[in-house]
């Protein structure tokens, strides 16, 4: 009877101790400098739009057709859906009673105004990143939006993840509030595109891997990450065989950035919008500090799995389909069109180990985005309702050993594991 007492004590004390560390985890860093509110000079506003671009904010923030900032959006994730809130200035449902005290406890620590702990779909393990001065130039700009009134949907998390001691779980475990650290072995252009691409730019959201309760290694991990609600692949940025950009050309990377396509790539789908919402509003210098920063990430390549054994007659059935389909536009030998259709021979993009982004490519079709400085992109057309899953798979082996491309077979099977129920 003692011992069932003293393990029943023992146990409750270790609670209670894990509790309380899981506690103090969730309140690091939270002192808030007193500052007089800056004033909202027009300079100010400008540089708080130019990193509300920086961060993409707006593409979170705003429904499908809807008042910019309004929010309402559904962000999905593999444990439910997220809707991002209202950041307009209204008083009932947007960020009307907020100070730039709260604002900054939202960014840097990823808390409500109401002490509520925010779910990691808003990449605040990114925002933290960001210094006190452009947090407030943020919230300068948003204060000068026009207020909408939009309630915000309620999340649509399952449980356990819909609830707070989850939460609080999670960021003791994989969240401290830091702000940018400058490496002083560095230069300042390095550090300027890590500060852009770690914080605001929230690369690593889509392009760092996560372990399965949805947590990467940090911000400076672009060591690939599978969207798996949009079945989007981001290919790992330090992967020569996926998307490191270290052997661009500094220009070509710049351009790609700015626009979307570059003679080897186009930025394709979730990418589209990142180009679209973001990028391509970013000043030559900081585009080229990006560059920079990218171009010098560390690089290793995953490792090839064992080789399959060919399906050759999958392969035949792929050509006379790519014959029929495609070669109008990407030509007999992959060869496609110079500023119009890309190449498909020796094309990174169809031939990497993980085939969702072809396969979403052949199914969605797409343009490029269409941005200021390539405002008509061309396009290519759907598949989904016209192929079906075998004769996608036929294509994608096709075209991923056609022209000396070398990539394993894409299996039916495959095609249907990736199909998802969203259409937006
Ligand atoms: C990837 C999508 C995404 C991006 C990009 C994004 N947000 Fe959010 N944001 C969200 C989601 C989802 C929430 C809701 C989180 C929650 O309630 O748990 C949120 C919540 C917030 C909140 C808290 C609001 C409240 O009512 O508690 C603020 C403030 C905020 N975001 C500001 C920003 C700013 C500023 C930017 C750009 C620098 C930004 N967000 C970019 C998805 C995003
Ligand atoms: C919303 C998710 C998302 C975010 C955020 C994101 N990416 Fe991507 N990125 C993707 C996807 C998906 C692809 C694969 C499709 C493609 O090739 O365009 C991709 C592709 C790329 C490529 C490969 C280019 C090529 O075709 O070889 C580069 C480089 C890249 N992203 C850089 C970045 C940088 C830099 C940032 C931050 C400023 C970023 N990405 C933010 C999803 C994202
Ligand atoms: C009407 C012309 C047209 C047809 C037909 C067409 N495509 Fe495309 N394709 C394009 C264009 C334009 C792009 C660039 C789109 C973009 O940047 O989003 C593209 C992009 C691609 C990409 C991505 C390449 C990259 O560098 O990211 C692949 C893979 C692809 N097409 C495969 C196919 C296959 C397989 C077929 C046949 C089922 C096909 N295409 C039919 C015009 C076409």
């Keep these: 009877m003692k011992r069932r007492f003293a393990v029943a004590a023992a146990l409750l004390a270790s609670l209670t101790l894990a509790g309380g560390a899981v506690y103090?985890?969730?309140?690091?860093?939270?002192?808030?400098?007193p500052k007089p509110p800056a004033l909202a000079t027009p300079a100010l506003l400008a540089r708080g739009e130019y990193l509300a671009r920086a961060g993409n904010c707006m593409g979170c923030h705003t429904r499908r057709g809807g008042v910019p900032y309004a929010g309402g959006r559904a962000i999905p994730t593999p444990f439910g859906d997220v809707f991002a809130p209202n950041l307009t200035p209204d008083l009932a449902t947007g960020l009307g009673q907020w100070s730039e005290a709260d604002f900054w406890a939202a960014l840097h620590n990823g808390r409500s105004k109401d002490g509520r702990l925010l779910t990691p779909a808003f990449p605040y393990t990114n925002y933290t990143l960001v210094t006190r001065d452009d947090a407030d130039a943020l919230f300068?700009?948003?204060?000068?939006?026009p207020a909408t009134a939009q309630a915000n949907p309620a999340h649509e998390l399952r449980f356990p993840y819909n609830t707070q001691p989850a939460l609080a779980l999670w960021r003791a475990l994989y969240f401290r509030p830091a702000v940018f650290q400058a490496e002083p072995s560095r230069?300042?252009?390095?550090?300027?595109?890590?500060?852009?691409?770690?914080?605001?730019g929230h690369c690593n959201a889509c392009h760092g891997a996560r372990n399965s309760l949805g947590a990467t290694q940090g911000p400076d991990d672009f060591s690939g990450g599978m969207l798996e609600s949009l079945a989007w692949y981001a290919p790992?940025?330090?992967?020569?065989?996926?998307?490191?950009?270290?052997?661009?050309?500094?220009?070509?990377?710049?351009?790609?950035?700015?626009?979307?396509?570059?003679?080897?790539?186009?930025?394709?789908?979730?990418?589209?919008?990142?180009?679209?919402?973001?990028?391509?509003?970013?000043?030559?210098?900081?585009?080229?500090?990006?560059a920079v920063y990218l171009q010098g990430l560390p690089q290793h390549s995953a490792s090839e799995p064992a080789p399959k054994r060919p399906d050759l007659a999958l392969r035949e059935q792929g050509q006379a389909l790519y014959g029929d389909h495609c070669a109008s536009c990407h030509g007999e030998q992959g060869e496609g069109k110079a500023a119009a259709y890309p190449a498909l021979a020796g094309n990174r993009a169809l031939l990497m180990q993980n085939p969702a982004n072809l396969l979403r490519i052949i199914q969605r079709g797409g343009f490029a985005p269409a941005t200021a400085s390539n405002p008509r992109p061309y396009g290519m057309p759907p598949f989904a309702g016209i192929l079906s899953d075998k004769e996608q798979a036929a294509l994608a082996s096709f075209v991923r050993n056609a022209w000396g491309n070398k990539a394993a077979d894409v299996r039916p099977l495959d095609v249907l594991q990736l199909k998802t129920q969203r259409v937006d």
């Design 236 to 290: 790992s940025l330090h992967d020569p065989a996926e998307a490191s950009v270290a052997a661009w050309s500094p220009s070509a990377l710049r351009q790609w950035l700015k626009t979307g396509s570059s003679p080897s790539a186009s930025a394709l789908g979730p990418m589209g919008e990142v180009v679209l919402g973001s990028t391509q509003h970013l000043t030559d210098a900081d585009l080229k500090a990006m």
């Design 140 to 145: 300068a700009y948003l204060r000068s939006l």
């Design 187 to 200: 230069g300042a252009e390095w550090n300027r595109g890590a500060y852009l691409s770690q914080g605001l």
């Design 24 to 33: 103090q985890l969730n309140h690091l860093d939270e002192s808030i400098e």
